[in-house]
């Protein structure tokens, strides 16, 4: 059985008594009585329809269509724009006293002409055709005055909204403005202010691009152009559709109305209605008179489908107080819900209509459609109003005046066109004003270049709803004519520097993607400005980097390896400046930048990575992050205290650029990296210079020795510069012992007769045990001595997994991980994760518990609480193969791995290793294998041989029909290791010197290990010279130097 749907994306049941209001067509019904000036004739329709009409002023029918801009109801009266531009309010009058107060034309300032009006209990909004707002006394019993809302400056207005004591205004430039009372949060500026007369900023939607507002009794609904809506204020009855009850005084976004496609909202008293560009309505809120139509007086929390109307592409609606109309355009008819009690839905009966059912209006659905036809299929021809408990219908023409919802300013191909073709003064004075306007506000920006075919109504943290090929299309327009690019440009600055640092939805970042287009450009002020976009980036809140790090890495390759490249090429640009003014002592003013920029790369690098590495590594490296180490950092041993002084002082400087930009890996290739670690290393050693640590050790003892030694050490020197002296043998170490004493003694800590770490079979690797085998503090001392290592550039080859390199980096484990470590059990996992039948995982009979030995004993440890009672199901799978692989990395060796770390940051005291990934991590600790024999011939060098001499044919050809393990060991007799170095093959070089011998033949080869030279004397024969090469490299291993 399917689980129940959640009531926020719950379709309502349907029941057969109530389908019939819509579907099915009602028997014919009288129409209303009508005045004798709007009855219908038999040539033509009326323009007007008003219910109740009894309390409708007889002068308004003597209105027609044509003749009116906008008509607007609240309780208590109409106003009417006409055509001209004037406004008349209708008042209801007194009923007791049977007749209607006169008409009265509003006074208003010399040569203005209204657009629309919206009003509330006492006042009346005026919105010019200049996009001036003024406010206008309502009362019958007070002079009338007009009030200029100055407050909102120079701002052109283009919608308004009023609720029963706020109002609501938008602007041309995207700004929401509220005022009036705040009882309820209903200005969704916060809870702080009761009442205002000043317009305040509803600063929570900057950058939201508003397609339109709403206000209801004492709340608002806002519309983005992709289908977003945000809510505020009263939540009494759930006119929120926030799923709770509870008042918000800032705006919220409503989640339940996700991907729905809303193209428009209204609001009633104390419900809510949306509808989506499928036709589909959706309602919530006070359900009390039945205006939720769904056949109950019920509230509902969250949006609800009116199921009565599903599939009937319902292209308009309105709300009055406690009643909804919808319009459907291809029926032709009008349906209404809700409160009947003062006939706002044109009935006798005073009874709530629960369902959607036709208005009785003397119009059948053939008149209707034929009006539709002639007059635009959209709909348009027939207008619906609902306010307070009044509704009205008109019915249109196509050129009738009737005022369609302004927008605010984006960049479409019409402006674009205009703006280049531009050539008078006059005219370029226009364009410039509408630049301006647009690129001075991020809502602007963000509602321009999206995608077509309604893809911006999908905006998610996911998709962006940006076509960002439009964006670089305008951009190479707006190139060819400088004027227009500065001036874009210009703007751009200024909306840069007040980008905010929150935002409600993704539709506010788009920016983000938009921006780093227009600044693609390889000059001063593009750099300039995409500085200023990466001080905006990094403001941002940890949530919506998160979202925008989701969009970026969304995008298309091509515009996200852009984007990297800008950043790159700024970074690149920056750093140079730095190195300079660092060199020469003057003030660092590029540091802030260089780092700001670095941040950037590395968060951009971050994105490809998770998206699987859109683009390749190597363009996000900074090169010029070689001239920081250019110079020699080596301390010279002959230095003075005064010369070493000045050493220690012209290095700080560059040595905390360093460290600062260690933090953004992605800067660094793998060369550089280990390069920055050396200088690291030797800045600790220049900083605190000391005696070498000389670690006395017998051979045949070593392990001991070594251990016993580092617990009588004093913590501090093992810092020191290390150097190894085996008992009994001349040898000074240049690099070469040590090298060779780490090889030998991690062979025999991994050897299973020491009994320390867990060994698996079937990848010949080890981990940490569960319990600690021994000497308590085996694994602090091999975390020293793995520090140690590290700290003087060797290698300790133990066979650990990538996963203990991660753990080392606070990186987490996968199953992945596990896959290496343990092969079968790796596998096993993904069987269960990959399973489709549920029978066959209950045959599994598995559960959260692993089994686990503890000494010569099995035990069963849970994974979570209960573990052995929970069976493993499709549903909890993930859980337990997550918990099974936490417990095999992280829980189970929480005291060993405890133990390593501790001993490492011991050993290793400097912490410029955090800069490697964990696969570079472990190749810097344990060397790489991947051998390349014919590129160690091609790098080798001679030293009093030429490559052409036949001594050094003869070697070559030699030593490439060696066994690949022999090979191997004379790495070892060259090197003292097999492992070769991190950065590859190239940086091993061997250096082949011949030895001045007389009787050459009777010589053996031999090699400096701490320089990589092989001495080779120049034998007579190729034969000779196998003999003797591998007679060297077996006594070699005999005497245990393999």
Same mark, same amino acid.
């Given at each position: 059985?399917?689980?129940?749907?959640?009531?926020?994306?719950?379709?309502?049941?349907?029941?057969?008594?109530?389908?019939?209001?819509?579907?099915?067509?009602?028997?014919?019904?009288?129409?209303?009585?009508?005045?004798?000036?709007?009855?219908?004739?038999?040539?033509?329709?009326?323009?007007?329809?008003?219910?109740?009409?009894?309390?409708?002023?007889?002068?308004?029918?003597?209105?027609?269509?044509?003749?009116?801009?906008?008509?607007?109801?609240?309780?208590?009266?109409?106003?009417?724009?006409?055509?001209?531009?004037?406004?008349?309010?209708?008042?209801?009058?007194?009923?007791?006293?049977?007749?209607?107060?006169?008409?009265?034309?509003?006074?208003?300032?010399?040569?203005?002409?209204?657009?629309?009006?919206?009003?509330?209990?006492?006042?009346?909004?005026?919105?010019?055709?200049?996009?001036?707002?003024?406010?206008?006394?309502?009362?019958?019993?007070?002079?009338?005055?007009?009030?200029?809302?100055?407050?909102?400056?120079?701002?052109?207005?283009?919608?308004?909204?009023?609720?029963?004591?706020?109002?609501?205004?938008?602007?041309?430039?995207?700004?929401?403005?509220?005022?009036?009372?705040?009882?309820?949060?209903?200005?969704?500026?916060?809870?702080?202010?009761?009442?205002?007369?000043?317009?305040?900023?509803?600063?929570?939607?900057?950058?939201?691009?508003?397609?339109?507002?709403?206000?209801?009794?004492?709340?608002?609904?806002?519309?983005?152009?992709?289908?977003?809506?945000?809510?505020?204020?009263?939540?009494?009855?759930?006119?929120?559709?926030?799923?709770?009850?509870?008042?918000?005084?800032?705006?919220?976004?409503?989640?339940?109305?996700?991907?729905?496609?809303?193209?428009?909202?209204?609001?009633?008293?104390?419900?809510?209605?949306?509808?989506?560009?499928?036709?589909?309505?959706?309602?919530? @809120?006070?359900?009390?008179?039945?205006?939720?139509?769904?056949?109950?007086?019920?509230?509902?929390?969250?949006?609800?489908?009116?199921?009565?109307?599903?599939? &009937?592409?319902?292209?308009?609606? &309105?709300?009055?107080?406690?009643?909804?109309?919808?319009?459907?355009?291809?029926?032709?008819?009008?349906?209404?819900?809700?409160?009947?009690?003062?006939?706002?839905?044109?009935?006798?009966?005073?009874?709530?209509?629960?369902?959607?059912?036709?208005?009785?209006?003397?119009?059948?659905?053939?008149?209707?459609?034929?009006?539709?036809?002639?007059?635009?299929?959209?709909?348009?021809?027939?207008?619906?109003?609902?306010? @307070?408990?009044?509704?009205?219908?008109?019915?249109?023409?196509?050129?009738?005046?009737?005022?369609?919802?302004?927008?605010?300013?984006?960049?479409?191909?019409?402006?674009?066109?205009?703006?280049?073709?531009?050539?008078?003064?006059?005219?370029?004075?226009?364009?410039?004003?509408?630049?301006?306007?647009?690129?001075?506000?991020?809502?602007?920006?963000?509602?321009?270049?999206?995608?077509?075919?309604?893809?911006?109504?999908?905006?998610?943290?996911?998709?962006?709803?940006?076509?960002?090929?439009?964006?670089?299309?305008?951009?190479?327009?707006?190139?060819?004519?400088?004027?227009?690019?500065?001036?874009?440009?210009?703007?751009?600055?200024?909306?840069?520097?007040?980008?905010?640092?929150?935002?409600?939805?993704?539709?506010?970042?788009?920016?983000?993607?938009?921006?780093?287009?227009?600044?693609?450009?390889?000059?001063?002020?593009?750099?300039?400005?995409?500085?200023?976009?990466?001080? &905006?980036?990094?403001?941002?809140?940890?949530?919506?980097?998160?979202?925008?790090?989701?969009?970026?890495?969304?995008?298309?390759?091509?515009?996200?390896?852009?984007?990297?490249?800008?950043?790159?090429?700024?970074?690149?640009?920056?750093?140079?400046?730095?190195?300079?003014?660092?060199?020469?002592?003057?003030?660092?003013?590029?540091?802030?930048?260089?780092?700001?920029?670095?941040?950037?790369?590395?968060?951009?690098?971050?994105?490809?990575?998770?998206?699987?590495?859109?683009?390749?590594?190597?363009?996000?490296?900074?090169?010029?992050?070689?001239?920081?180490?250019?110079?020699?950092?080596?301390?010279?041993?002959?230095?003075?205290?005064?010369?070493?002084?000045?050493?220690?002082?012209?290095?700080?400087?560059?040595?905390? /650029?360093?460290?600062?930009?260690?933090?953004?890996?992605?800067?660094?290739? $793998?060369?550089?990296? /280990?390069?920055?670690?050396?200088?690291?290393?030797?800045?600790?050693?220049?900083?605190?210079?000391?005696?070498?640590?000389?670690?006395?050790?017998?051979?045949?003892?070593?392990?001991?020795?070594?251990?016993?030694?580092?617990?009588?050490?004093?913590?501090?020197?093992?810092?020191?510069?290390?150097?190894?002296?085996?008992?009994?043998?001349?040898? /000074?170490?240049?690099?070469?012992?040590?090298?060779?004493?780490?090889?030998?003694?991690?062979?025999?800590?991994?050897?299973?007769?020491?009994?320390?770490?867990?060994?698996?079979?079937?990848?010949?690797?080890?981990?940490?045990?569960?319990?600690?085998?021994?000497?308590?503090?085996?694994?602090?001392?091999?975390?020293?001595?793995? @520090?140690?290592?590290?700290?003087?550039?060797?290698?300790?080859?133990?066979?650990?997994?990538?996963?203990?390199?991660?753990? $080392?980096?606070?990186?987490?484990?996968?199953?992945?991980?596990?896959?290496?470590?343990?092969?079968?059990? @790796?596998?096993?996992?993904?069987?269960?994760?990959?399973?489709?039948?549920?029978?066959?995982?209950?045959?599994?009979?598995?559960?959260?518990?692993?089994?686990?030995?503890?000494?010569?004993?099995?035990?069963?440890?849970?994974?979570?609480?209960?573990?052995?009672?929970?069976?493993?199901?499709?549903?909890?799978?993930?859980?337990?193969?997550?918990?099974?692989?936490?417990?095999?990395?992280?829980?189970?060796?929480?005291?060993?791995?405890?133990?390593?770390?501790?001993?490492?940051?011991?050993?290793?005291?400097?912490?410029?290793?955090?800069?490697?990934?964990?696969?570079?991590?472990?190749?810097?600790?344990?060397?790489?294998?991947?051998?390349?024999?014919?590129?160690?011939?091609?790098?080798?060098?001679?030293?009093?041989?030429?490559?052409?001499?036949?001594?050094?044919?003869?070697?070559?050809?030699?030593?490439?029909?060696?066994?690949?393990?022999?090979?191997?060991?004379?790495?070892?007799?060259?090197?003292?290791?097999?492992?070769?170095?991190?950065?590859?093959?190239?940086?091993?070089?061997?250096?082949?010197?011949?030895?001045?011998?007389?009787?050459?033949?009777?010589?053996?080869?031999?090699?400096?290990?701490?320089?990589?030279?092989?001495?080779?004397?120049?034998?007579?024969?190729?034969?000779?010279?196998?003999?003797?090469?591998?007679?060297?490299?077996?006594?070699?291993?005999?005497?245990?130097?393999?």
């Amino acid at each position: 059985m399917p689980k129940k749907m959640p009531r926020d994306c719950q379709t309502p049941r349907h029941h057969s008594k109530r389908k019939r209001g819509l579907l099915l067509p009602l028997p014919p019904l009288p129409p209303p009585p009508l005045p004798p000036s709007a009855a219908p004739s038999s040539s033509s329709l009326p323009s007007l329809f008003f219910f109740p009409t009894q309390r409708c002023h007889p002068s308004l029918f003597k209105k027609c269509a044509q003749e009116i801009r906008q008509i607007h109801c609240k309780q208590d009266s109409f106003a009417v724009v006409e055509k001209n531009g004037s406004v008349i309010i209708f008042d209801q009058g007194d009923e007791h006293q049977g007749h209607p107060r006169k008409p009265r034309y509003v006074n208003l300032r010399k040569n203005t002409r209204v657009d629309c009006v919206d009003t509330e209990a006492t006042h009346m909004l005026i919105l010019s055709s200049e996009g001036k707002l003024s406010e206008h006394s309502v009362s019958t019993t007070t002079k009338s005055e007009i009030r200029l809302l100055e407050d909102l400056g120079n701002k052109p207005i283009v919608q308004i909204a009023c609720g029963d004591h706020h109002s609501m205004a938008l602007s041309k430039g995207g700004e929401l403005f509220t005022w009036g009372k705040n009882s309820h949060g209903q200005l969704g500026v916060g809870s702080q202010i009761t009442f205002t007369k000043m317009p305040q900023l509803v600063k929570d939607l900057q950058g939201i691009p508003v397609a339109q507002i709403a206000a209801g009794g004492a709340h608002c609904l806002v519309l983005s152009l992709s289908g977003a809506v945000y809510s505020w204020g009263k939540n009494s009855f759930g006119q929120l559709g926030l799923g709770h009850t509870k008042d918000v005084a800032f705006p919220e976004y409503i989640t339940a109305l996700e991907h729905k496609k809303t193209v428009f909202v209204s609001c009633g008293g104390e419900h809510s209605a949306i509808l989506s560009k499928d036709g589909l309505v959706c309602t919530f @809120g006070a359900g009390g008179h039945g205006q939720l139509g769904h056949n109950s007086t019920r509230n509902e929390l969250t949006p609800r489908l009116v199921a009565e109307l599903f599939g &009937a592409q319902v292209s308009q609606i &309105a709300c009055g107080r406690w009643h909804t109309l919808v319009y459907v355009s291809s029926l032709g008819k009008i349906y209404g819900f809700g409160s009947r009690e003062e006939g706002q839905l044109g009935n006798g009966d005073k009874s709530s209509q629960l369902i959607p059912l036709p208005l009785k209006l003397p119009l059948n659905e053939e008149n209707g459609r034929k009006h539709n036809q002639e007059n635009g299929t959209s709909g348009n021809g027939i207008k619906i109003i609902a306010g @307070g408990n009044q509704s009205i219908v008109l019915f249109l023409k196509e050129k009738d005046p009737y005022i369609n919802l302004n927008g605010i300013a984006v960049v479409n191909n019409e402006k674009l066109d205009k703006w280049i073709s531009c050539s008078e003064a006059q005219q370029w004075e226009h364009v410039k004003k509408n630049i301006r306007l647009i690129f001075s506000s991020v809502a602007c920006v963000n509602g321009s270049f999206l995608e077509k075919r309604d893809k911006h109504f999908g905006t998610s943290h996911k998709i962006s709803g940006v076509d960002v090929s439009e964006v670089l299309l305008f951009y190479e327009k707006i190139k060819k004519k400088p004027r227009v690019f500065q001036q874009v440009i210009k703007e751009t600055e200024k909306l840069l520097k007040s980008l905010p640092s929150s935002s409600l939805s993704p539709e506010a970042l788009r920016v983000y993607l938009i921006m780093p287009v227009l600044l693609r450009g390889q000059d001063d002020q593009s750099n300039q400005l995409l500085g200023l976009l990466a001080e &905006a980036i990094l403001r941002l809140q940890h949530k919506d980097l998160q979202v925008l790090e989701s969009l970026w890495s969304n995008l298309e390759t091509p515009f996200f390896k852009d984007l990297v490249n800008l950043y790159q090429r700024l970074c690149r640009i920056n750093l140079s400046h730095l190195t300079i003014q660092a060199k020469t002592f003057k003030e660092l003013t590029y540091e802030p930048r260089v780092e700001m920029t670095s941040r950037v790369l590395q968060i951009l690098y971050q994105v490809n990575c998770k998206a699987g590495f859109k683009v390749q590594e190597n363009n996000f490296y900074v090169p010029e992050m070689k001239e920081i180490w250019q110079q020699d950092w080596c301390i010279d041993a002959f230095l003075n205290e005064e010369e070493f002084g000045r050493l220690v002082a012209s290095k700080s400087t560059e040595m905390m /650029i360093l460290q600062k930009l260690t933090k953004y890996p992605c800067i660094f290739d $793998m060369k550089d990296k /280990i390069k920055a670690y050396r200088v690291a290393c030797q800045w600790v050693h220049l900083s605190r210079p000391t005696h070498p640590f000389v670690l006395h050790v017998r051979r045949e003892h070593l392990v001991n020795d070594t251990l016993q030694t580092l617990r009588i050490r004093v913590p501090t020197m093992y810092g020191e510069p290390l150097k190894v002296k085996f008992h009994g043998e001349p040898g /000074i170490d240049g690099g070469g012992l040590s090298r060779e004493f780490f090889r030998i003694i991690t062979k025999e800590l991994c050897e299973p007769k020491a009994q320390i770490f867990r060994r698996f079979e079937h990848s010949s690797l080890i981990w940490f045990p569960s319990q600690v085998p021994g000497h308590q503090d085996i694994f602090y001392l091999i975390g020293i001595l793995s @520090g140690m290592a590290l700290f003087n550039f060797h290698k300790v080859p133990f066979p650990f997994p990538l996963a203990l390199y991660k753990k $080392m980096l606070d990186t987490p484990p996968t199953l992945e991980d596990l896959r290496e470590l343990s092969p079968t059990e @790796g596998s096993n996992l993904q069987k269960v994760l990959d399973e489709e039948y549920d029978d066959i995982l209950e045959e599994m009979m598995l559960d959260f518990t692993v089994m686990k030995k503890e000494g010569k004993s099995i035990v069963t440890v849970e994974l979570k609480e209960n573990g052995a009672n929970i069976p493993i199901t499709k549903h909890n799978r993930k859980e337990y193969v997550d918990a099974y692989v936490n417990y095999t990395f992280n829980e189970s060796v929480k005291k060993p791995f405890k133990d390593f770390m501790d001993g490492f940051l011991r050993g290793c005291p400097a912490n410029g290793w955090r800069i490697f990934l964990s696969t570079e991590l472990q190749a810097v600790f344990c060397g790489h294998t991947k051998y390349d024999w014919q590129l160690l011939e091609k790098n080798a060098n001679y030293i009093n041989y030429e490559k052409t001499d036949q001594t050094i044919k003869n070697f070559w050809a030699v030593f490439h029909e060696l066994p690949e393990e022999t090979k191997k060991n004379f790495l070892v007799f060259l090197t003292g290791t097999n492992r070769i170095p991190a950065e590859g093959m190239e940086y091993l070089i061997l250096n082949i010197e011949k030895l001045q011998k007389e009787d050459a033949d009777e010589y053996y080869p031999m090699a400096n290990t701490c320089s990589h030279i092989l001495g080779l004397p120049n034998y007579s024969s190729e034969e000779i010279l196998r003999e003797k090469f591998l007679t060297a490299l077996e006594n070699y291993e005999k005497f245990g130097l393999s």
